[in-house]
């Protein structure tokens, strides 16, 4: 098993970066995720917690000697499931593969809370593991590929979250300048 973790700031309040978060799609540095579909979202009447759940659509190649042996396509699709406490200021986020499961798992977990100066903490982890026990070499070359791409896909996230939440934020701080 890999693990992956990452953690900072955004500069922006938490309330920005929620009301961001469901924006963060479509945007040009996270080319591999192409639909977002909302399956189901729920308000609980007592807490106020938003529940949301949603099917990524993603489109990234899988290692071409999975596709060769097993079959596959660049098609993929991660199941996330977010949770929004607007009266403790948190919001976590956990998804998963569903493509690609027989072979690997990747579980994610994100957490956004409010920092000091108006910012918004970002923490991240992952559990990647492969699923082919009886071929070890397999298993550790895929499970490398997959922390890889995991990686290059959370830089791309966390360079395409902060375009949009500046271009979210600053126009209308720019209207209300101009007003």
Same mark, same amino acid.
């Given at each position: 098993?890999?693990?992956?973790?990452?953690?900072?700031?955004?500069?922006?309040?938490?309330?920005?970066?929620?009301?961001?978060?469901?924006? &963060?799609?479509? +945007?040009?540095?996270?080319?591999?995720? =192409?639909?977002?579909?909302?399956? *189901?979202?729920?308000? *609980?009447?007592?807490?106020?917690?938003?529940?949301?759940?949603?099917?990524?659509?993603? !489109? %990234? &190649?899988?290692?071409?000697?999975?596709?060769?042996?097993?079959?596959?396509?660049?098609?993929?699709?991660?199941?996330?499931?977010?949770? =929004? +406490?607007?009266?403790?200021?948190?919001?976590?986020?956990?998804?998963? +593969?569903?493509?690609?499961? %027989?072979?690997?798992?990747?579980?994610?977990?994100? !957490?956004?809370?409010?920092?000091? +100066?108006?910012?918004?903490?970002?923490? %991240?982890?992952?559990?990647?593991?492969?699923?082919?026990?009886?071929?070890?070499?397999?298993? *550790? !070359?895929?499970?490398?590929? $997959?922390?890889?791409?995991?990686? %290059?896909?959370?830089? $791309?996230? &966390?360079?395409?979250?902060?375009?949009?939440?500046?271009?979210?934020?600053?126009? &209308?701080?720019?209207?209300?300048?101009?007003?």
């Amino acid at each position: 098993m890999h693990y992956f973790s990452q953690l900072f700031n955004y500069e922006h309040p938490w309330s920005h970066v929620v009301i961001g978060m469901w924006h &963060k799609y479509p +945007n040009p540095h996270c080319t591999h995720v =192409v639909t977002v579909d909302v399956v *189901d979202r729920s308000i *609980d009447s007592r807490t106020g917690i938003i529940r949301t759940e949603r099917i990524l659509g993603c !489109k %990234q &190649k899988a290692p071409a000697w999975i596709v060769r042996f097993f079959g596959g396509s660049e098609d993929a699709f991660v199941r996330e499931i977010s949770f =929004v +406490n607007p009266a403790t200021q948190e919001a976590t986020i956990t998804s998963v +593969n569903l493509s690609l499961s %027989q072979f690997a798992t990747c579980y994610e977990s994100i !957490k956004y809370a409010p920092a000091p +100066n108006g910012h918004t903490s970002f923490s %991240q982890t992952a559990e990647i593991q492969a699923r082919m026990a009886l071929w070890r070499s397999a298993a *550790d !070359k895929l499970e490398g590929w $997959l922390v890889q791409r995991f990686e %290059q896909n959370a830089h $791309l996230g &966390k360079v395409g979250f902060s375009d949009v939440l500046r271009s979210m934020w600053e126009a &209308k701080e720019q209207q209300h300048a101009h007003s």
